[in-house]
Nanobody, 116 residues
Framework: VQLVESGGGLVQAGGSLRLSCTAS?????MAWYRQVSGKQRELVAQ???????LWPEAMKGRVDISRDDARNTVDLTISNAKPDDTAVYYC??????????????WGQGTQVTVSS
């Protein structure tokens, strides 16, 4: 399964950051992670095959994640973007045959830069 991200680029602080990811095959849970150079990759938000969502407390109130199973896509929106949201964002997905908490497939990553 391949994951293709789109929507990265330059975002003004205070604006909304929107990313989309399309999977080429069947997946179960999907997620967005981000990574700043020199730091560990961190979860931004995830959504189960049933639509249940999860995100870190630090993202609460600013993040939304949704999926469209007919199109095999997952979308991420971060509102009130901050310079600290600047990172490479990665789409991730889980093989539906595996029962575990990790992710089996990863996108190439898309750079998002929030300008102040």
């Amino acid at each position: 399964v391949q994951l293709v991200e789109s929507g990265g680029g330059l975002v003004q602080a205070g604006g909304s950051l929107r990313l989309s990811c399309t999977a080429s095959g069947s997946v179960s849970a999907m997620a967005w992670y981000r990574q700043v150079s020199g730091k560990q990759r961190e979860l931004v938000a995830q959504i189960s095959s049933g639509g249940s969502t999860l995100w870190p407390e630090a993202m609460k109130g600013r993040v939304d994640i949704s999926r469209d199973d007919a199109r095999n896509t997952v979308d991420l929106t971060i509102s009130n973007a901050k310079p600290d949201d600047t990172a490479v964002y990665y789409c991730a997905a889980r093989d539906p045959k595996r029962i575990w908490a990790g992710f089996d497939y990863w996108g190439q990553g898309t750079q998002v830069t929030v300008s102040s």
